[in-house]
């Protein structure tokens, strides 16, 4: 057999790249930021650029700035010469925009103390965790075995944001075997988990499903109960859980009637009681933080043209300008090379961002004239009437990549006089109707849920009636189809929503 040899080489080779300047790679991070990113960012570069200061909405200096330009500088008018710089860029580098950059934020450290710091370091902290908030509660009950402790606080590391304990014991003896404090043995563990259940507030949580969870709140109500029909009602309201709990998720009113035999005002009495239990209880120590969301454009009727017109939603953003002393020092003749190269660089970084900044708005209030344009019908009558907008024919309009357009909506929200929107859904494909007229795929959602809504409860459509529905309203699609949208749209089966 031949033996085997490596070797190494060198070797020249020509060849063309392209790649993104650190200008463009900035162009394309603000591009695709939405308001409240936005604000966060300028504050990051002016805390790196000494050149660059915040213009805070409401000051003087912003209302001056507002009052010389009329606005002019908004994105709305756009001037032809940024136009036509912004399509030479697209076509120059518009596909390597699809790749995304990694923000490239730094913040500089002086030494200095920050007032944006100290407020950040004033304001509250975040709340404690479900499991931090658990093990306090366990700290104080009385448990007297060392062993059930150290398996109780050991246990409520495992318990979920729904306040579920459902990984088995076997696996939490075998991941503890190394630790010490206790004998991990099963019976231990069963026991911890038993005082858990019976210590932890609210009831509920360290249950190992969410029938166990209901049923320990469940009970818990019929212990404290004193009104004799109530806590009749409480425990039909056990039996349903403990003996009829898959039934009752199938919504087979009807078949439980029937092996219990009772009337169905008993039964609606169990069914209210049980929709008064929690089955994740853990939420209600954690509950979901809820985001703060500031639009990107705001659009309104203009009863005079009869037309909707858009602004961008800025009146409460910081707005940024290079520094006058700054600029000033660049003229200042008595300023070294080092400090003038500094300064001069400082300057070049600030204008950089505004001009980002002031092409992000440009572009984005072009998208925003185009969708007001081909989707007006939305604004008049509803979701039923949008209409299918490709990105690619959006780009193709305003002669721009179409990863731009889709930096450019990406996060942004609308605040229309239908409410507050998200601005991606106005961008999908389509099919057309029996007339011949197109419509959004989205549109086609909410005639769904137009149509489910409007369905007879006690007798609701199965996917296939549904799809009959809507082919009388000229829209033809499969039942699969159906199925897809109602998944979508959170709508349940046709069996799930009937009302006994």
């Known amino acids: 057999m031949a033996g085997m040899r490596f070797e190494t080489s060198q070797g020249m080779k020509l060849g063309q790249t392209m790649g993104l300047s650190p200008k463009l790679i900035q162009s394309a991070e603000i591009l695709q930021l939405n308001a409240m990113e936005l604000q966060e960012r300028l504050e990051l570069e002016v805390e790196k650029n000494i050149a660059l200061e915040l213009v805070l909405p409401g000051s003087s200096e912003d209302t001056e700035r507002r009052r010389e330009t009329g606005r002019e500088d908004s994105p709305q008018g756009g001037g032809s010469d940024e136009f036509e710089r912004l399509r030479r860029m697209e076509r120059q580098y518009g596909d390597q925009w699809n790749s995304d950059g990694d923000s490239r934020r730094a913040v500089r450290n002086t030494g200095e103390r ?7 370091a004033n304001a509250p902290s975040r709340g404690a965790s479900l ?35 459902q990984t088995p014991l076997e696996t939490i003896r075998e991941q503890s075997a190394h630790l010490q404090g206790c004998d991990w043995a099963l019976a231990t563990l069963q026991s911890a988990l038993t005082r858990l259940q019976a210590e932890l507030e609210p009831r509920g949580i360290g249950a190992t499903s969410v ?70 209880p853990g939420r209600e120590l954690v509950p979901p933080e809820s985001t703060l969301i500031i639009p990107d454009v705001v659009v309104e009727y203009d009863p005079e043209s009869a037309d909707y017109t858009a602004r961008l939603a800025d009146e409460l953003l910081p707005r940024v300008r ?7 020092m660049m003229k200042e003749i008595e300023l070294d090379a080092k400090a003038r190269s500094f300064v001069a660089e400082s300057v070049r970084a600030a204008r950089s961002i505004i001009e980002a900044v002031e092409q992000r708005n440009t572009t984005l209030m072009r998208v925003v004239r185009v969708v007001l344009a081909r989707q007006r019908e939305w604004f008049e009558q509803g979701p039923q009437h949008l209409k299918p907008l490709p990105m690619v024919e959006v780009a193709e309009m305003l002669g721009i990549h179409v990863a731009t357009v889709s930096r450019a909506v990406s996060e942004k929200w609308m605040q229309t006089p239908r ?29 769904v849920k137009e149509v489910v809504d409007g369905e007879d409860k006690a007798k609701p459509l199965s996917d296939r009636e549904i799809a009959e529905a809507l082919e009388k309203r000229g829209i033809t699609i499969a039942r699969r189809t159906v199925v897809k949208y109602r998944d979508q749209l959170g709508i349940l089966s046709g069996p799930l929503r009937k009302r006994h």
């Open 211 to 280: 029938r166990e969870a209901l049923l320990i709140e469940a009970r818990l109500y019929l212990d404290a109960e004193t009104d004799l029909d109530r806590a009749e009602a409480w425990g039909d309201a056990i039996e349903l859980l403990g003996t009829y709990y898959d039934d009752i998720l199938q919504n087979r009113i009807p078949k439980i009637r029937d092996k219990t035999g009772w009337s169905a005002e008993r039964l609606d009495a169990a069914r209210a009681f049980l929709r008064r239990l929690d089955p994740s």
């Open 419 to 447: 409410g507050l929107v998200p601005m991606r859904p106005f961008f999908s494909l389509g099919t057309e109707n029996a007339d011949g007229e197109e419509m959004s795929w989205n549109a086609v959602k909410a005639v």
């Open 114 to 120: 920050d007032a944006k710091m100290d407020a950040m």
């Open 322 to 328: 290079v520094s006058p002393d700054y600029e000033a």
């Open 131 to 165: 499991v931090d908030q658990l093990l306090e509660q366990w700290s104080f009950a009385e448990v007297h075995d060392p062993g059930v402790r150290a398996a109780g606080a050991r246990i409520i590391e495992y318990i979920d944001d729904d306040g579920l304990m």
